[in-house]
């Protein structure tokens, strides 16, 4: 599977720094359980484990893990549990109660972004993309979308940021705050030159609030896009591409050929 990105550890970083709070925990945690919470582990749902213990599923600087509480309650051990098959016993258990919770509630964090809208609102296929208004590639994967957006298929979500240039989150800020955002962004995609203007604080604590996201997610590229797939499974899950995608990607992004 490539939720998010190429690996397992990886797939966390648009799902984890985001402060998180430990949900499913109705009573207190057991002590070990605490005390690992105490040092910065975030706790986010028990589940079931062999030989009378129980899993606690968590997740800490971009990496998630399981956490085993011993029969007796006094000893938690952190790692990945096999069985006498060699079968892995802990991944299944990360997905269902870390990793897709989480992408959840980062699909929130992105609806509830500064975005601008490119396209027809009620296309069904929706994709959001960091775009800075300095980056080349965020050009030219506007230009390569241009099909499927003109056709009704596709809505792009460009969340404004400000990272490349000095100049960037001035000019991040003139596009969301312009009249019509999504002509001043089309007519900016288009090649028009665009100088930064004076803009309310509003406007400029919105593209502060993009960039922290953009961080806190652990990105380190413009264009970064994230999409809903569904899985082989049947389960409706989220990707990513950082960068400007292949050929290949593109089409998984939009979610057909070019129309």
Not at 69 to 86: F, R
Not at 97 to 126: M, Y
């Amino acid at each position: 599977m490539n939720y998010f990105s190429l690996t397992r550890l990886s797939s966390l970083l648009l799902l984890t720094s985001i402060g998180a709070t430990s949900v499913g925990h109705a009573e207190e945690l057991p002590a070990p359980v605490q005390a690992l919470a105490n040092q910065g582990l975030t706790i986010h749902g028990q589940f079931e484990a062999p030989g009378g213990m129980r899993g606690y599923g968590a997740s800490v600087q971009g990496q998630d893990m399981a956490i085993y509480l011993t029969p007796d309650g006094e000893h938690a051990i952190v790692g990945t549990l096999m069985d006498s098959q060699g079968n892995d016993l802990t991944e299944a258990q990360l997905d269902e109660h870390v990793r897709a919770p989480l992408e959840a509630q980062t699909w929130e964090l992105l609806e509830e972004s500064h975005w601008i809208q490119d396209g027809d609102k009620d296309a069904p296929r929706v994709i959001y993309t960091f775009t800075d208004a300095n980056c080349p590639y965020c050009r030219q994967l506007w230009e390569q979308s241009r099909p499927w957006v003109e056709a009704g298929d596709v809505q792009l979500r460009h969340i404004m940021v400000g990272i490349l240039a000095p100049n960037s989150p001035a000019l991040a800020a003139t596009l969301l705050g312009a009249d019509d955002p999504s002509t001043a962004l089309y007519n900016h995609s288009k090649g028009d030159s665009l100088s930064a203007s004076a803009q309310p604080r509003d406007i400029e604590e919105q593209v502060y609030a993009n960039n922290q996201l953009f961080e806190e997610l652990g990105l380190y590229a413009t264009p970064t896009s994230a999409f809903l797939r569904e899985t082989d499974n049947g389960d409706v899950r989220i990707d990513r591409i950082q960068g400007l995608p292949s050929e290949e990607r593109m089409i998984e992004m939009m979610g057909s050929e070019a129309p």
